[in-house]
């Protein structure tokens, strides 16, 4: 009796699945569409142990010298005036946060042959789609883990005990120009820098629960909200699927952030790195009788920090705040 099998010429083959569902996936993230590589980007991806050995990343980022004085005239930046030498150079500052990276697999086994009217292409479309979702929803939830995890400013620093339009306005304001003692005595958050889009446009991200999303939709203050939205010029992806924009605020909501407790973002919030973005795998059992399919990744998220300090108690955060809106 002769076996059953499935051509490789049948359907896609392996590496052509392999990164269709690793586009598939990238879609299907909500983080997906703040990804990049450079220190303007809300999630920095590194790529460098894709092609290099190790188990760690480490991503260096430079605190900002925006808004210091500089000189003026002749005023010299170094050198000697008047038999004094002087040095009017800024010190850059920088911080070092190291990424570990793990591998994380995911499979589906089919347990036996299928009825002859079904084929592998079939097969291989049902686990793409399920394998695909798992990939997305577990990188999006590592993401979200990480950044849930930043500085809390406290409810007293908000205007309302809800999402209001005067919230959005005190959030920005806090993530602009820090309060004392917004996260406790003595103790502070830092400034945020923000994510940098076309045209020298700097926004934020303001990310909330559905919950608090919906309550701000039946609010009055939701249609002044939309009378003063700002006009989005841009096809950055960033503003794909938003709830609206305000003073340069862009709001997405998900359930994956707590409800009463929205997280604003701006660049540098959590880093993202890759030993291998993604692997697919399929294998026969049992004669041929059984196929499994496999998704998997190699990577590593951390939520970025400045160097030297404790989680809510110095303005640990270096791209990431949550605020306390609930009553």
């Known amino acids: 009796m002769a076996s059953t099998s499935i051509a490789t010429s049948h359907g896609l083959t392996s590496e052509q699945w392999e990164s269709s569902l690793y586009q598939k996936a ?21 790529r460098d142990l894709v092609k290099k050995a190790g188990d760690a990343l480490t991503f260096g980022f430079a605190n900002s010298i925006r808004g210091t004085a500089g000189v003026t005239g002749n005023t010299p930046l170094e050198g000697e005036t008047s038999g004094t030498y002087t040095v009017n150079n800024e010190a850059m500052v920088f911080n070092n946060q190291r990424v570990v990276i793990d591998q994380l697999r995911q499979s589906i086994k089919i347990e036996g042959l299928l009825d002859e009217k079904r084929v592998a292409f079939n097969l291989r479309n049902e686990a793409k789609t399920q394998l695909s979702d798992w990939y997305a929803y577990n990188e999006d939830q ?4 990480a950044i849930n995890s930043c500085d809390t400013v406290l409810s007293t620093f908000i205007s309302d005990a809800a999402l209001t339009y005067d919230a959005i306005v005190d959030m920005k304001k806090e993530a602009m120009f820090p309060t004392d003692d917004n996260v406790g005595a003595g103790a502070k958050t830092r400034k945020l820098e923000p994510i940098r889009v076309e045209n020298g446009e700097e926004v934020y991200i303001l990310g909330v629960n559905p919950a608090d999303a919906a309550a701000f939709r039946k609010s009055t203050d939701f249609k002044a909200f939309n009378q003063n939205a700002d006009v989005r ?88 705040i949550k605020f306390v809106i609930s009553a």
């Open 26 to 46: 990238q879609e299907n993230t909500f983080f997906g569409r703040f990804k990049g590589v450079g220190q303007g980007s809300m999630i920095q991806v590194k």
């Open 233 to 320: 010029g841009s096809k950055n992806a960033i503003y794909t699927g938003m709830l609206g924009m305000f003073n340069s605020v862009v709001i997405h909501e998900h359930s994956s952030f707590a409800a009463g407790l929205p997280v604003l973002m701006g660049a540098n919030a959590a880093f993202l790195a890759y030993g291998k973005e993604i692997m697919y795998g399929e294998d026969t059992f049992d004669y041929k009788n059984q196929t499994g399919f496999m998704v998997g990744s190699v990577r590593g998220v951390a939520l970025a920090k400045h160097d030297d300090t404790t989680d809510n108690a110095a303005g640990s955060s270096y791209g990431a």
């Open 142 to 145: 590592a993401l979200f883990t």
